[in-house]
């Protein structure tokens, strides 16, 4: 299958700095990517949706101003977590699609501590 | 709206014995159902996916699951467990192959 990597695995920050992750299709080119979150033994939760050319759709209840995300090009997405918080402590998970009604391909996920 | 509800959060089955992750669905639109697994520190991987076509749907090793719209069911089974299929399961229903909504998982035990 078609294969997405994530950078870095872990992080480690103080509260108040900025993270960003990155997001990779090595195989593909994706016209869609997004972003999850997925809290200690809870399911993962849809944060954005960002299509090729176009601003990022943020879901109810996630800040767009404080979760920054890029669509850089056809194989690359980041996120940034801005001033940064215990809470925001997660682990952060990107998917990418190739096309509209394709399968989504997850990247391994990116766990953030901020202490 | 859609929803998944994975009505177990652990299950646990001896190797060799069959596996019953079970997942019922809501959706307003004829949906498309997925499985997917994470192994500890890996991606998630897609065991299978349901597109409106063949109710019963078979995946990548040996796992397979049934589209059951009267029931609103989409049960993932295997004949056989191995010690390699012990990991967390995830039923995610889509109405449009973009939104994808997560069930909540279900941690699969293998014990030898």
């Known amino acids: 299958g078609a294969v997405v990597s994530q950078h870095p695995s872990r992080v480690i920050c103080k509260s108040g700095t900025s993270v960003k992750i990155e997001c990779r299709s090595l195989d593909f080119q994706a016209t869609t990517m997004f972003w999850y979150r997925q809290f200690p033994k809870q399911s993962l939760m849809l944060m954005a949706t960002?299509?090729?050319?176009?601003?990022?759709?943020?879901e109810q209840g996630v800040e767009k101003d404080k979760f920054l995300i890029n669509h850089a090009s056809l194989t690359l997405s980041t996120l940034t977590v801005t001033s940064a918080h215990p809470e925001d402590s997660s682990f952060y998970i990107c998917?990418?699609?190739?096309?509209?009604?394709?399968?989504?391909?997850f990247g391994p996920g990116t766990r953030l501590l901020v202490l | 709206a859609q929803s998944v509800t994975q009505l177990d959060s652990h299950v646990s089955v001896s190797e060799g014995t069959p596996v019953l992750l079970r997942c019922n669905y809501s959706s307003s639109y004829s949906p498309s159902l997925f499985w997917y697994v994470q192994h500890p520190n890996k991606g998630l991987q897609l065991l299978l996916k349901y597109t409106s076509a063949a109710t019963l749907v078979k995946g990548i090793n040996g796992f397979e699951a049934e589209f059951k719209k009267s029931e609103t069911s989409f049960h993932l089974t295997k004949p056989s467990a191995h010690m390699s299929d012990a990991a967390e399961y995830f039923c995610v229903v889509s109405a449009n192959f973009n939104k994808f909504y997560f069930g909540s998982g279900t941690k699969l035990n293998v014990k030898p």
């Open positions: 960002s299509n090729e050319g176009s601003k990022a759709t943020y």
């Open positions: 998917s990418h699609q190739a096309g509209v009604q394709e399968t989504q391909y």
